[in-house]
Structures are given as C-alpha cells and as structure tokens.
C-alpha cells in the first residue's frame, strides 16, 4: 500500500510539474508574440501618427480651432483606448489580468474585475499563477459556448483583507455540467483529463494554503471561489 501511494504521489508530482512547464512556455510564447505585435503596432501608430500631426499644423494654420478642439479630443480618447488597464501593481496579477481581458475583448466577452491588493504578496507567484491561470481560463472558454444573443460575462474580483487572499471569479456558462461517480465535476472538452487536472491543481493550491475550492452554479452562471490564508 506505501509503495503504491509513493507511486501515486510521484505520479502526480511529475504530471504537476509537466503542466507547470507547459503553461511557462505558454506564458513565454505569448510573451514573445505579444512584443512582435507591439513592435507592428508601433510602427503603425508612428507612421498614423504623422499624419495627425501634419492634420492638427493644417488646421492651426487655417486657424480652425474648433476642428483643432475635436480633432484634440478625439485623440485623446483614441489613447485612452490605446492604454492597457492597470488593474493592480503586483506585475504577475496584472499580466495574467491584461492577458484575460485582451482575450475576453477578442471574443467579444464583458471582463468586470475589481482588485484591492498590494503589490506584494506573501504566497508563491506559481501557486498564485496556476490558480489565476487555469480560473480565468476556464471562464474564458466557457464564456465563449454561451449564444452571443444571451449575456456573456465574467467578474473576477480579489482582495487580501486580514490575512486571506479572496479569489471570486463569476462567469456565464451553457448550463451543461458533468460529475463523476464521486459528485465530482469533469470537464465537458474532447481532451478532457488535461483540463481535469487543471480543476485538480487549482484544488492542490486551496489545500495547500488551508482552504478549499468553493464551486457552485446554477443554469446561467458558474462560480468559483475560495479564500487562501496568507503565511505571515
């Protein structure tokens, strides 16, 4: 029995580890191609740009100030637009965060998130990587099954308040769950057993800072919580 259970446990650990490299080198590669884009995008707006100063000298010579005002506004909304969201000063909170609203937008998803946390945090950046990581994901894909003509949404809301990191993640779904002989929930995925052990690494974090992962839903929504204790 010791023997089979030290098995079991390494089996574990290395399929822990396999997916932890795996989402590094996902994290790296969407690094990199997100720097190929900025450098497009970079030498697309210097070029447009140009173009609106050389607009804004014709209208300040025509003296059209109020074709200057507007043109200055619009602007100055379009950089606005332009402007990633800072949703925290913890740079690995605020990455995972940017990387789930750009994807949300790209799918036409609501992405409604409140953060209240410093920019350090007392817990190990992987464990807070892997949780954050395969949560929003997971709201991600199941946000996008729901009809575009119902109401897509995710709310992700987390806040450290007397020693506990509160993780609340809130997302529109298709209504179809499937458990296990245990009341167990399995992925509905074709390539199931990886996104399973996703639910299971999420699971291991909670436990390993003394909490639990809290699921519940109902025909329209799907919710996951849970509230890690924070070492001193």
Known sequence: CLAALSLVRAIYDARANVQTLQMKNQRIWENYQSLLEKNQ????LRHEWK???LTLRLLQEKQDWAGLEKRLNELDQELDRLTPRLYT???AVNTILQRAAAQAESLKIPFHCQVQIPQKLN???ADLCTLLMNLLDNA???AAQVQ??????IICRLK???GFLAIYCENAYNGEVRLDQAGQLVTTKADGEGHSFGLVQMRAVAEKYNSVLDISYDQHRFTVQTALVLPD
């Open 140 to 142: 991600l894909e199941a």
């Open 89 to 91: 000063d913890n740079l």
């Open 160 to 162: 450290l308040s007397q």
């Open 148 to 153: 575009p003509s119902d109401k897509r949404e």
């Open 41 to 44: 995008q970079t030498l697309r």
């Open 123 to 125: 817990v190990d950046e």
């Open 51 to 53: 173009h609106q100063l």
